[in-house]
């Protein structure tokens, strides 16, 4: 029945937005629902090959730094304290832009951008990066593009889900990535990825206020005209920041943790005042990740396998 009336909705959008311009095409309509249909029960294996097409066109439309770039060796050495996850194939590289961002796609590529990395310090962009790959972890990439897939087929009446490589227009792809940024994750999975972070942050000898800092940071750049426009992206898309920083405040204190760092402006030193609680990040089964070839031939960043030590 959910099925049924998501793909009723669907065909009425279609519909609605042809009769504004007084025309209405009810083959693209039908169309539309018959990609639904196909949207809906995309596999995983596809989700994977439609993150790894989008990527190629994200790497395109941005200046990706080399190897021996001083902001990639940098990202070499924070991806490097990631020692315990199991089973994601991460490839990762630096977009050189202003825009203060990271994210995690379904086939395991993680992208940081300068502007990030230019107002955060190792230890809170790692929290960041361990946000976005909870995301990854709990399924919340995998739902996002199966979900802004299923909206952009059916604006186009794609009757057919066909995520071969190199299948899937610039323009589809481009309008999938609109799609994403306008998919916001949910209160609930922001307060996910967050505890994620703090877990691979006490596991991982990283100050265990690093996302508190993180998102410190971005309220305060939040409030900065100066820089509000570089975290547009960032903020639309991770709502309720203050809140969530006050919550990994309250996780931190009640494992038993004493901050001993101020964030960005201070050192990164860890220290505790107990022992702190047992704390794990078990991926789940079958997540969308494996794919290593994304970006341009020579461009920096590296191709990972991350397990347990």
């Known amino acids: 029945m959910k099925k049924l009336a998501l793909i009723g909705a669907l065909a ?87 825009t203060v961002n990271a994210f995690a796609s379904g086939d395991g590529s993680v992208r940081v951008y300068t502007g990030l990395m230019d107002v955060m310090n190792d230890d809170e962009v790692f929290a960041v990066i361990g946000h976005e790959l909870g995301h990854l972890i709990n399924k919340d990439v995998r739902d996002a593009y199966r979900t802004s897939y299923l909206m952009v087929a059916a604006r186009y009446g794609i009757a057919a889900v066909n995520t071969t490589a190199g299948a899937l227009s610039t323009g589809f792809l481009g309008d999938l990535g609109q799609q994403l940024a306008q998919n916001a994750y949910s209160r609930k999975q922001e307060t996910q990825a967050d ?56 996780m931190a204190e009640a494992a038993g943790y004493k901050m001993t760092s101020s964030g960005t402006s201070g050192n990164t030193s ?14 789940q089964q079958n997540t969308s990740t494996g794919n290593t070839n994304s970006g341009s031939t020579g461009s920096g960043g590296k191709t990972i396998k991350v397990g347990k030590n």
């Open 12 to 98: 009425m959008m279609m519909m609605a937005s042809c009769s504004s311009l007084k025309v209405v095409d009810t083959n693209s309509a039908v169309n539309a629902g018959a990609a639904a249909v196909q949207a809906l029960t995309i596999s995983d294996s596809q989700i994977k090959e439609l993150c790894s097409q989008y990527m190629v066109e994200s790497d395109g439309q941005n200046t990706i730094l080399p190897a021996d770039n001083s902001y990639t060796q940098r990202l070499d050495r924070i991806m490097a304290r990631f020692k315990n996850i199991s089973d994601l194939d991460l490839n990762y590289k630096v977009y050189q832009s202003s």
């Open 195 to 250: 505890e994620t972070a703090f877990q691979f942050c006490i596991q991982n000898g990283v100050d265990p206020y690093a996302m508190y800092h993180a998102l410190n940071v971005l309220v305060s750049l939040e409030g900065s005209s100066s820089s509000s426009s570089k975290i547009t992206e960032l903020m639309s898309t991770h709502p309720n920041t203050s809140k969530r920083a006050t919550h990994i405040k309250e």
């Open 270 to 283: 860890t220290g505790t005042s107990t022992t702190p609680k047992k704390t794990t990040v078990t991926p």
